[in-house]
Each structure stands twice: as structure tokens, then as C-alpha cells.
């Protein structure tokens, strides 16, 4: 599965970006969605989709991330509000499918204070 990422940038506390990952196939993906890796930090998932349409998001993003997923265009999206300077990150789309897992190059998110 080939993911392509796009959608990071700069942007002030406070304010909204939405990041998009593009899937070669969405065919029997169990999970889709998106992991984190904060400077000196360990990686870490932010949001995903579980076969089903079931959703988890990590505690510090929920209520401000929300997770959606177009099975139309292979693509699945991650609109983030309410961005805090602790989301300065690069963020990594992840598909696990027959148990494996791929992952998308990453895209920057700076988050200004």
C-alpha cells in the first residue's frame, strides 16, 4: 500500500489545519489513520479508523482532531482544530492491512505559540 501525505504547514496557536493521506487501496485495510513523532519523542497515534468505521483518538487531541475517511477517493483526513504549540509534529498516515503496516513519508506540522 503506497500513502501520500500532504496537508502540514505553519500555523499559529489556536488555528486549524487539515491534513489529507491519499491510499493506493483501501481494499481490506483493518486500520487507517494517523501516528505523531514530536522532536525526542516517541511516535505516538493521534487518530484512526478501525475496520467497522470505528474511530480512537489519543486523549490529547480529542474533541479538537477529527478523523474521516472518503472510500470514494482512497483518502482519509485529519482536521485538526484548536491547534496547540504541543502538536508541533510530524505526522504520519498508517494503514495495517493483513498484518502489515505501511506507512506514508511524513508531513511537518508547526504549531507557533
Known amino acids: 500500500v503506497q500513502l501520500q501525505a500532504s496537508g502540514g504547514g505553519l500555523v499559529q496557536a489556536g488555528g486549524s489545519l487539515r491534513l489529507s493521506c491519499a491510499a493506493s487501496?483501501?481494499?481490506?485495510?483493518?486500520?487507517i489513520g494517523w501516528y505523531r513523532q514530536a522532536p525526542g519523542k516517541q511516535r505516538e497515534s493521534v487518530a484512526v479508523?478501525?475496520?467497522?468505521?470505528?474511530?480512537n483518538y489519543a486523549d490529547s487531541v480529542k474533541g479538537r482532531f477529527t478523523i474521516s475517511r472518503d472510500n470514494a477517493k482512497n483518502t482519509v483526513y485529519l482536521q485538526m482544530n484548536s491547534l496547540k504549540p504541543e502538536d508541533t509534529a510530524v505526522y504520519y498516515c498508517?494503514?495495517?492491512?493483513?498484518?502489515?503496516?505501511?506507512w506514508g513519508k511524513g508531513t511537518l506540522v508547526t504549531v507557533s505559540s
Open positions: 487501496t483501501t481494499f481490506s485495510i483493518n486500520v
Open positions: 498508517y494503514v495495517r492491512r493483513y498484518g502489515m503496516d505501511y
Open positions: 479508523i478501525v475496520s467497522g468505521g470505528g474511530t
